[in-house]
């Protein structure tokens, strides 16, 4: 009997292990999926990191669920897949964009929510929204659906918020970053 308890304890233990290695592969798959979009971005890749870190911030002091807030730390960083479907010419175009420019550039949100919301893992299902949401604004003049208020999902609104402030903290090609008080 000791044998057989043994064995089941040593059973048990080898399920945990391999368990914990999944959950580890799982979230590195997850973090090199959002980091192949900030590489055609030309990011240090950071910037994914921050955007998490951020948005679980702001979840739990919203008063979310630790649970979901770190959810949404996982699923945040994949919001700009999308621009793995934009052409290099436009993306890493230095100034403006033409008014067609534009429009293709607009298009990221769509592309990574489609990407990403052909799987049924909530965690996809989270960054799906969240990608297809991340630029609309609250006064609805955002896209690619142009949505107002509340009509945006929160995980959207979150990540909103976060990503426009990372942009400002930090220096850009084509500006210096804001000092934190202006941001």
């Keep these: ?9 040593k059973m048990y233990q080898e399920r945990n292990d391999a368990l914990r290695e999944v ?19 030309d990011d240090t890749g950071v910037h994914i990191v ?7 911030a702001l979840a739990l002091a919203l008063g979310q669920s630790r649970t979901w807030s770190a959810m949404l730390r996982k699923a945040a960083p994949m919001h700009d897949i999308g621009k793995i479907g934009i052409p290099d010419a436009i993306l890493k175009k230095p100034g403006g964009f033409t008014a067609d420019e534009r429009v293709v550039m607009n298009r990221h949100p769509e592309i990574g929510a489609e ?16 990608s297809l949401f991340h630029h609309e604004r609250f006064d609805g003049k955002g ?8 009509d ?16 400002l903290s930090m220096t850009r090609c084509y500006r210096p970053a804001f000092f934190d008080e202006q941001v």
């Design 152 to 167: 945006i999902p929160l995980v959207g609104r979150i990540v909103s918020v976060v990503d426009f402030f990372d942009a």
């Design 115 to 130: 990407i990403l919301g052909q799987s049924r893992v909530p965690l996809f299902q989270m960054a799906a929204e969240i």
């Design 1 to 9: 009997m000791e044998t057989l308890v043994s064995d089941l304890g």
């Design 23 to 41: 959950v580890a592969a799982h979230q590195d798959t997850l973090y090199k999926l959002a980091l192949a979009a900030e590489y055609k971005d």
């Design 50 to 56: 921050r955007i998490g870190v951020l948005a679980e």
């Design 143 to 150: 896209y690619p659906r142009g949505i107002a208020g509340t």
